[in-house]
Nanobody, 124 residues
Framework: VQLQASGGGLVQAGGYLRLSCAAS????????VGWFRQAPGKEREFVGS??????SYTDSVKGRFTISRDNAKNTVYLSMNSLKPEDTAVYYC????????????????????WGQGTKVTVSS
């Protein structure tokens, strides 16, 4: 599976961005896809994930971010509303076969495939 993340950019606080994670390969609908982010000087952190039918989010983005998937297009989206300067980071998508429960995939080490990252900058 190869992943291509896109959609990052510069946006003002309170604004909106939608990131895309396009995947190659068959049976993508059976994969869990996670979004992670890494701000300068900080460790990579879990943002959220989507199993075949269930999505999960870290507390800091709940109610603002939504993950969705279009299996026909082999693409997962991260829609980000009410963006804050602290959301500034490089965002990565990752994928793994959905074998375990959602919480298993909160850790970056659980994923086998990674996209290249797309930078999101939120200005105040």
């Amino acid at each position: 599976v190869q992943l291509q993340a896109s959609g990052g950019g510069l946006v003002q606080a309170g604004g909106y961005l939608r990131l895309s994670c396009a995947a190659s390969g068959r049976a993508f609908s059976s994969y869990v896809v996670g979004w992670f982010r890494q701000a300068p000087g900080k460790e990579r952190e879990f943002v959220g994930s989507i199993m075949p039918s269930v999505s999960s989010y870290t507390d800091s983005v709940k109610g603002r971010f939504t993950i969705s998937r279009d299996n026909a297009k082999n693409t997962v989206y991260l829609s980000m509303n009410s963006l804050k300067p602290e959301d500034t980071a490089v965002y990565y998508c990752a994928a793994a076969r959905a074998v375990y429960s959602a919480s298993y995939y909160y850790a970056a080490s659980r994923y086998d495939y990674w996209g290249q990252g797309t930078k999101v900058t939120v200005s105040s």
